[in-house]
T-cell receptor, first 114, second 113 residues
Framework: ETGVTQTPRHLVMGMTNKKSLKCEQHLGHNAMYWYKQSAKKPLELMFVYSLEERVENNSVPSRFSPECPNSSHLFLHLHTLQPEDSALYLC?????????????FGPGTRLTVL | EDQVTQSPEALRLQEGESSSLNCSYTVSGLRGLFWYRQDPGKGPEFLFTLHSAGEEKEKERLKATLTKKESFLHITAPKPEDSATYLCAVQPNYGGSQGNLIFGKGTKLSVKP
C-alpha cells in the first residue's frame, strides 16, 4: 500500500448504529486529519492530530470521536448519527512542523445515514 | 474572517480551448496556497503549493500563479482527462494553525472532445 488508505470506502448505517472509519498513512508523516465534505460546501476540517496528540477540534458534535493510536493510524468512531451527517469523510496526512505543510488525502469513505 | 472564493463554480470547455480558474482569498497572513484536483468519488490530489506573490508553478498543461489577493490556475489546451473539480485552499500564518487549511467550494471543469 502507498499513500493514504481509508476503509471502508462506502458505509451505510442506521441512526442507532456504532461504526468506525479507519485511515492509514504510509508516508512517514507526523500529522493526520479528518475532513467532512458535503455537497456544495467546502471541505470542513474536523480534527487534527500531531504526533498522536489532538491539536484541533473544530466544534464537532460528540457523536464523532477520533482516535489516533500511533502516527500511522487514525480512526473516527461514529455513534447515533443523524441523516445530515451523510457525506464523504476524508483523511489526510502531512509531515507536520514545516513552514508550509502539504496535506495528502486518502480516497475517502462515503457515509450514508438512514 | 479568513475566506476563500473560487470562480466560476462550473466551466465547460472544448478540447484545446485554454482558460483560467480564479481563487480569491482573504487571510490575515498567508503561509501557503494550495491547488488540488478532485475526481468524482475520490480524495483531492495535490497539484501545487505557492508561497509568495509573483510565484508561478507549472505541471503539464497547468500553471498556477499567485498575487497578494488571488491565485489563478491556467489550463492550456485542455484535454478531456483534465475534467475534474479543482480545489483551492489557503493555510493562514498564525500560531497554532498547523493543518488549518481553509478550502473554497471548487470549480468543476468539464472538457468536451
Amino acid at each position: 500500500e502507498t499513500g493514504v488508505t481509508q476503509t471502508p470506502r462506502h458505509l451505510v448505517m442506521g441512526m442507532t448504529n456504532k461504526k468506525s472509519l479507519k485511515c492509514e498513512q504510509h508516508l512517514g508523516h507526523n500529522a493526520m486529519y479528518w475532513y467532512k465534505q458535503s455537497a456544495k460546501k467546502p471541505l470542513e476540517l474536523m480534527f487534527v492530530y500531531s504526533l498522536e496528540e489532538r491539536v484541533e477540534n473544530n466544534s464537532v458534535p460528540s457523536r464523532f470521536s477520533p482516535e489516533c493510536p500511533n502516527s500511522s493510524h487514525l480512526f473516527l468512531h461514529l455513534h447515533t448519527l443523524q441523516p445530515e451527517d451523510s457525506a464523504l469523510y476524508l483523511c489526510a496526512s502531512s509531515q507536520g512542523g514545516a513552514a508550509t505543510d502539504t496535506q495528502y488525502f486518502g480516497p475517502g469513505t462515503r457515509l450514508t445515514v438512514l | 474572517e479568513d475566506q476563500v472564493t473560487q470562480s466560476p463554480e462550473a466551466l465547460r470547455l472544448q478540447e484545446g480551448e485554454s482558460s483560467s480558474l480564479n481563487c480569491s482569498y482573504t487571510v490575515s497572513g498567508l503561509r501557503g496556497l494550495f491547488w488540488y484536483r478532485q475526481d468524482p468519488g475520490k480524495g483531492p490530489e495535490f497539484l501545487f503549493t505557492l508561497h509568495s506573490a509573483g510565484e508561478e508553478k507549472e505541471k503539464e498543461r497547468l500553471k498556477a500563479t499567485l498575487t497578494k489577493k488571488e491565485s489563478f490556475l491556467h489550463i492550456t489546451a485542455p484535454k478531456p482527462e483534465d475534467s475534474a473539480t479543482y480545489l483551492c485552499a489557503v493555510q493562514p500564518n498564525y500560531g497554532g494553525s498547523q493543518g488549518n487549511l481553509i478550502f473554497g467550494k471548487g470549480t468543476k471543469l468539464s472538457v468536451k472532445p
